[in-house]
């Protein structure tokens, strides 16, 4: 009868204490989890990339007289905190790397070097596409506390339009002083670093009437000025985005960063409340998987949206021109599974161990492995060019997009009711 009591969701801080008391568990009421559950390191609480499963957790409660094993909101803020510090690090590192490289590049326009900055912003956007689960902090938007919205001008997918790059292009708009100030999130940041760097053509994506096709301002630059002025938009673009991401990253770290701000939520000098509302901003963060993977990178291109009128929108896939859609997908899942499990599930605390924690060790088993389910998926897609696959086998991406709606499924029912977190305004009324 008792441990069915301690399965259940949490409960209010008054029946908290009365079941803390009489079930003789010392820990204090205004705890997320009062009780011990063994085999708190079962599935899911690997770091593996691979997609394969650790085996499930027993878990049971613990019947014996050791002290329980609490995990606090705190404490998963603070591996959260951690997580963004190293995600972030990495991608300014990468970010400078790709500076360098399209740098070069402008320099002496060589096959070598056309090759490595594009492996650059390869790596770059891998990065990024981590980090993208986390919507706080520097890169969140400017509604949350410390939010400066520096993640548009990083990547503003799927806001992108490149006949505005073309146009930029024509008017050679990149080179003016003010252009990192003023220009619009979709002329710049990885968005348009990938067309110019990835995209050939000579031709535009501009209609008849645009003023660079009716004035003739395209077709007078000829291909070879078109490709010079590709390459220094690039290394503009690249520049800023190393801008940003130093800024993001200092943003984080320090005793004053943003870091300590969310570890210290609900204290004095946070600008967090409570932790419960800093724990319901990371929270939102994590629907990136849901509205952003599942609808829009996964189920537009596929036919599953208003969005698309056909049977498929192949031409709606994310990266047209790098073709890795597969991969930023695998990466949006990889940053996931770190906020979930924790960066490293041996030393830091994510929500898996927070379920765990609360009684609901079954669902944290299932998400877990559903998460690392889905990356098996994606791994064995056998292209990285999602559109080009949805073309030849839509099948075979149904499979992901059907992966991963086992995740969001969890996510946006049992996940919230068990941890008592809001669903994102952007997902309230969403039956799908």
Not at 19 to 30: E, G, I, N, R, V
Not at 299 to 319: F, H, N, Y
Not at 388 to 398: C, W
Not at 414 to 419: N, P, R, Y
Request: net charge negative.
């Amino acid at each position: 009868m008792f441990e069915a009591l301690l399965r259940a969701a949490p409960k209010p801080k008054g029946i908290c204490c009365v079941l803390a008391l009489s079930l003789a568990l010392a820990a204090a009421c205004d705890r997320v989890g009062y009780y011990s559950i063994t085999g708190s390191t079962g599935a899911g609480d690997g770091d593996d990339d691979d997609g394969s499963s650790d085996g499930p957790s027993t878990g049971q409660l613990s019947t014996g007289s050791s002290t329980p094993s609490t995990i606090t909101r705190a404490m998963v803020l603070d591996g959260v905190a951690t997580c963004a510090v190293e995600l972030y690090d990495d991608f300014a590192q990468a970010a400078a790397n790709l500076e360098d490289a399209t740098s070069a590049l402008e320099d002496s326009p060589t096959a070598e070097n056309e090759t490595a900055a594009r492996a650059a912003w390869v790596e770059a956007i891998a990065r990024w596409q981590q980090a993208e689960v986390l919507r706080i902090g520097p890169a969140g938007p400017l509604t949350l506390p410390q939010g400066q919205g520096l993640r548009d001008y990083v990547y503003s997918w799927p806001l992108v339009s490149r006949c505005l790059v073309e146009q930029s292009l024509v008017k050679e708009a990149y080179a003016e002083d003010d252009w990192a100030a003023v220009g619009l999130v979709n002329t710049r940041g990885l968005v348009a670093t990938e067309y110019l760097l990835f995209y050939g053509g000579s031709d535009n994506a501009c209609s008849a009437s645009s003023s660079i096709n009716s004035q003739g301002t395209w077709a007078a630059l000829g291909a070879d000025e078109i490709a010079h002025r590709k390459r220094a938009y690039a290394a503009a673009a690249a520049r800023d985005v190393a801008v940003k991401a130093a800024a993001i990253g200092a943003g984080w770290a320090g005793e004053d960063g943003f870091a300590a701000m969310l570890a210290d939520a609900g204290r004095s000098g946070s600008p967090f409340a409570t932790d419960q509302a800093a724990l319901n901003a990371v929270s939102d963060g994590l629907f990136y998987i849901e509205h952003e993977v599942k609808d829009i990178k996964l189920g537009r291109p596929l036919g599953k949206t208003p969005e698309c009128p056909e049977a498929t929108c192949p031409g709606d896939v994310e990266s047209l021109y790098a073709k890795v859609s597969r991969d930023h997908i695998r990466n949006n899942l990889l940053g996931f599974q770190r906020v979930f499990d924790g960066c490293d599930a041996a030393s830091e605390t994510g929500f898996e161990d927070l379920l765990r924690s609360v009684g609901a060790a079954d669902l944290a088993d299932r998400m877990s492995a559903d998460v690392k389910a889905a990356i098996a998926v994606a791994d064995g897609l056998p292209s990285s060019d999602l559109g080009g696959l949805i073309e030849r086998d839509p099948a075979t991406v149904d499979a992901l997009h059907a992966a991963v709606k086992r995740i969001t499924d969890a996510l946006k029912t049992d996940f919230v009711t068990v941890l008592d977190l809001e669903l994102p305004t952007s997902l309230e009324g969403d039956n799908d």
